[in-house]
Nanobody
Framework: QVYLVESGGGLVRPGGSLRLSCVVSGTDFSLATVDWFRQAPGKTREWVAIITRGGSIMYRESVKGRFTISRDNAKNTAYLQMDSLMSEDTGVYYC??????WGQGTQVTVSS
């Protein structure tokens, strides 16, 4: 069974930064493609970023230039560095492998 555990969320002021982590177990992480999604209150879950096993990266348009996805295969961990945060970035952030296995999510709140 694949397990994913997110951490690093919190309350931050607009313009601030957070670094989310996603620790993966139960699979060969080096072969996994990892996506980050988020879900704002009252809205559907939306895709944020992806990093493939080969290191290819893509972002949703609204986070380009502000968010950076990365991975450390030695630590079985994917990261989402979030800078210049805006209130619209508020939500629960999830990591997933193949959209079959999901973590429990970590809350990010951007508010003054």
């Amino acid at each position: 069974q694949v397990y994913l555990v997110e951490s690093g969320g919190g309350l931050v002021r607009p313009g601030g930064s957070l670094r989310l982590s996603c620790v993966v177990s139960g699979t060969d992480f080096s072969l996994a493609t990892v996506d980050w999604f988020r879900q704002a209150p009252g809205k559907t879950r939306e895709w944020v970023a992806i990093i493939t096993r080969g290191g290819s990266i893509m972002y949703r348009e609204s986070v380009k230039g502000r968010f950076t996805i990365s991975r450390d295969n030695a630590k079985n961990t994917a990261y989402l560095q979030m800078d210049s945060l805006m209130s619209e970035d508020t939500g629960v952030y999830y990591c997933t492998i193949g959209q079959d296995s999901w973590g429990q999510g970590t809350q990010v709140t951007v508010s003054s």
